[in-house]
Antibody
Framework: EVQLVESGGGLVQPGRSLRLSCAAS????????MHWVRQAPGKGLEWVSG????????GYADSVKGRFTISRDNAKNSLYLQMNSLRPEDTALYYC????????????????WGQGTLVTVSS | QSALTQPASVSGSPGQSITISCTGT?????????VSWYQHHPGKAPKLMLY???NRPSGVSDRFSGSKSGNTASLTISGLQAEDEADYYC???????????FGPGTKVTVL
């Protein structure tokens, strides 16, 4: 069974940094693309960032470009999101999501999700 | 503000069929078939319902189907059930600086 467990969220002041982690199990982590998706209170889903299985392709939403950095450690089955210069509008529940796309599949779709970790940016 | 457009809400009675639209442009929805749909019950993790416009992952009911015409993709729920009441989001590859985008979401109510 695929499991994704996010951690690292919390209350942080504007302008500060936070690093989110996602621990993966139940599948060959290093074979799959991974993403971060967030949901602000009362709002819809927003794609934040994605990283290919081999870290060769990376993407960011315009709203976080230059401030957030996605990375992965395939040896530790872990995905990370380094968030710098945080703003109140970054307040959201952050989900880690596994993609169907892999070293062996050309399909795209976020087929497994964690329960999320809450980030609150406030003074 | 999302680059994709969805109706804010759709409702139907049990057993009926409803359709949710997702309208984009020739750069996203109309430019390829990397369109997926997600069901989200409040407080739970989102669930992939369809990918590549109309493909169902294992375990998803065949009451859920998808199609696309031009710049608009659609999700149809047949034989509406109480458990289908949730928020539904479309997602598309954009080919732009932000490669993936979600629609604003549609709240489905079962009357």
């Amino acid at each position: 069974e695929v499991q994704l467990v996010e951690s690292g969220g919390g209350l942080v002041q504007p302008g500060r940094s936070l690093r989110l982690s996602c621990a993966a199990s139940g599948f060959t982590f290093g074979d799959y693309d991974m993403h971060w998706v967030r949901q602000a209170p009362g709002k819809g889903l927003e794609w934040v960032s994605g990283l290919s299985w081999n870290s060769g392709s990376v993407g960011y939403a315009d709203s976080v470009k230059g401030r957030f950095t996605i990375s992965r450690d395939n040896a530790k089955n872990s995905l990370y999101l380094q968030m710098n210069s945080l703003r109140p509008e970054d307040t959201a529940l952050y989900y880690c999501a596994k993609d169907l796309h892999s070293s062996k599949s050309s399909d795209f779709g976020f087929d497994s999700w964690g329960q999320g970790t809450l980030v609150t940016v406030s003074s | 503000q999302s680059a994709l457009t969805q109706p804010a809400s759709v409702s139907g009675s049990p057993g009926q069929s409803i359709t949710i639209s997702c309208t984009g442009t020739s750069s996203d929805v109309g430019g390829h078939n990397y369109v997926s749909w997600y069901q989200h019950h409040p407080g739970k993790a989102p669930k992939l319902m369809l990918y590549y416009v109309s493909n169902r992952p294992s375990g998803v009911s065949d009451r859920f189907s998808g199609s696309k015409s031009g710049n608009t993709a659609s999700l149809t729920i047949s034989g509406l059930q109480a458990e289908d009441e949730a928020d539904y989001y479309c997602n598309s590859y954009t080919g732009r600086s932000t490669p993936w985008v979600f629609g604003p979401g549609t709240k489905v109510t079962v009357l």
